[in-house]
């Protein structure tokens, strides 16, 4: 069982409200209507001395535009800050006000029905419990209404509470992962963030349907946006989880996430390197480098996935081909050696051959660690105009001069200054 906790009463949780940013201005509002409710992830949270990374809240059908207007016209008022625009998806019934210091997600009651696994919902206005109901997990299946009659209490579904406090992941109904089989990287990335345990039947219930083929109903998109969300997690334990439901194998992708290989990248990364990107190219790595998946069907992944061409080029050369290149340096590999092995790559994708070199030889690591923070820094003062005023003829014998006097300044063959640099690109023989 996951780790036993202490959960607030809800009189605690109006307090604990108060102070996260919005909570003021949300409590304000429910004091002009009477529909608004504190729902799921923010509830869970707040019960258990978490601070919340956004306030979800739910209001009556029809009442999420209204909500969020006043919600971003008190919130500028109260804190001093620019105006804030809410964001409207009036098909939704939904609406975000977003600000530098919090976010609230409004939206209106709910019913859902799937008409087919893996399908997007179809929705009608509902009650609060109805709205409950369509929550993924117990945990999540807890509100409190913050005005009206009931404001303030703690209303919760069958197992809620209870689950809370035993630190146990259960799915509300038989059929959840093959209505939503997107709800199985949810209960992993739950499972990591919150230490919680995976409650048996449901357990059963997610690789039952794995196997049958589940996450095949669901678009590359929505599994790709869930992703995503992984990469927004404090560590990779996440990513972990979903290695050992199946999940990544199912996708496609290498069946573990080496969160060794990604901690020992980590310490390399420049400050020019995204993490987030990172975190992906670990994800798919090959084990040992050669083994599928290959660059190929990574790509094609990539592409269902609807990555953008930039980033699927930037993970391909960070995740693809580097073991064979961290093979490549020794501890005597001289910086133009390392520039003609190492140039054009992505920072994530250096990190890495970074960490695998070091796996080989403490010195072999070092020397990608210089590049990182200095070799690939250097460039020359002279360019392809000082050699055409020289004499060189234009086309290709202009490049591979400046390649040579670069290869020589890096390996310290160069005096300092214009004047050495052009006079070596002149002399260099082709």
Request: net charge negative.
């Amino acid at each position: 069982m996951g780790e036993t906790r202490t959960i607030a009463g809800p009189g605690e949780v109006l307090e604990r409200l108060a102070a996260v940013p919005g909570g003021p201005e949300l409590l304000a509002l429910a004091r002009q209507r009477d529909d608004a409710a504190l729902i799921g992830g923010a509830v869970r949270d707040l019960l258990c001395g978490v601070h919340p990374r956004e306030l979800d809240v739910t209001v009556a059908p029809g009442g999420s535009a209204e909500a969020a207007a006043l919600l971003a016209a008190s919130i500028p008022e109260q804190r001093g800050e620019e105006p804030i625009e809410p964001n409207l998806h009036e098909r939704f019934g939904t609406a975000t006000v977003a600000w530098a210091h919090g976010r609230i997600d409004i939206a209106e009651r709910r019913a859902e029905t799937y008409p087919a696994p893996g399908a997007l919902p179809e929705v009608r206005p509902g009650t609060l419990e109805e709205d409950l109901a369509r929550r993924d997990f117990t945990v999540n299946a807890i509100t409190i209404p913050l005005g009206g009659p009931r404001r303030g209490e703690l209303i919760a579904l069958e197992h809620a509470l209870d689950d809370l406090r035993e630190g146990r992941l259960r799915v509300l109904h038989e059929k959840s992962f093959t209505e939503d089989p997107t709800r199985m990287l949810r209960m992993a990335r739950y499972q990591a963030r919150l230490a919680l345990e995976i409650e048996p039947r449901t357990l059963e219930l997610a690789r039952t349907a794995l196997s049958q083929g589940a996450l095949e109903t669901v678009s590359g998109a929505r599994v790709a946006s869930e992703l995503w969300l992984f990469t927004e997690e404090a560590d990779t334990k996440g990513f972990e989880a979903l290695g050992e439901l199946g999940v990544l194998e199912r996708l496609g992708l290498p069946a573990r996430y080496d969160s060794e290989l990604h901690g020992e990248a980590t310490w390399l990364m420049p400050e020019d390197g995204i993490f987030e990107a990172l975190d992906l190219c670990v994800l798919f790595h090959p084990p040992g480098g050669e083994a599928p998946p290959t660059a190929e069907s990574a790509e094609r992944l990539m592409e269902d996935f609807e990555f953008i061409a930039e980033l699927r080029t930037r993970l391909l050369a960070g995740a693809f081909g580097v073991d064979r290149i961290a093979s490549g340096i020794e501890a005597g590999t001289s910086p133009s050696e390392l520039r003609g092995l190492l140039a054009g790559r992505p920072p994530e994708g250096l990190a890495i051959i970074g960490a695998l070199a070091a796996r080989r030889s403490p010195a072999a690591g070092k020397a990608v660690a210089r590049w990182l923070s200095e070799l690939r820094h250097v460039v020359l003062e002279i360019d392809g105009g000082d050699l055409l005023a020289a004499g060189v003829p234009e086309g290709p014998e202009i490049g591979q001069r400046l390649d040579r006097a670069l290869s020589m300044k890096l390996d310290g063959q160069l005096s300092q200054g214009r004047e050495a640099e052009l006079r070596a690109a002149l002399e260099v023989q082709l």
